[in-house]
Nanobody
Framework: QVRLVESGGGLVQAGGSLRLSCAAS????????MAWFRQAPGKEREFVAS????????YYADSARGRFTISRDGAKNTVYLQMNSLKPEDTAVYYC????????????WGQGTQVTVSS
């Protein structure tokens, strides 16, 4: 089992920045990739960004590319999402996810952290 705990959410004004953290514990050696998803009120959960567990390969949703950066600290088993130039439409609960299979699926999820961007 892998446990994921997010932190770093909060209230920020449009144009501001936040850094989310996701600490992984347990059987982290099984992880192949990590990702951030988000879910806004009344909307489906959507992919934001992902990173291979070795930190080499990253992917971004179009909405995140150029503003958000996903990174990983291997020594701390922690994945980060640096979010800059935040917009009100970035308001959502952000979830960290971990995948252990070779398919692009995610098996473990954190509890989520709220990000609210005021205009």
């Amino acid at each position: 089992q892998v446990r994921l705990v997010e932190s770093g959410g909060g209230l920020v004004q449009a144009g501001g920045s936040l850094r989310l953290s996701c600490a992984a514990s347990g059987r982290t050696s099984a992880l192949l990739r990590m990702a951030w998803f988000r879910q806004a009120p009344g909307k489906e959960r959507e992919f934001v960004a992902s990173i291979s567990w070795d930190g080499i390969v990253t992917y971004y949703a179009d909405s995140a590319r150029g503003r958000f950066t996903i990174s990983r600290d291997g020594a701390k088993n922690t994945v980060y999402l640096q979010m800059n130039s935040l917009k009100p439409e970035d308001t959502a609960v952000y979830y960290c996810a971990g995948g252990v299979r070779t398919t692009a699926t995610y098996d473990y999820w954190g509890q989520g952290t709220q990000v609210t961007v005021s205009s």
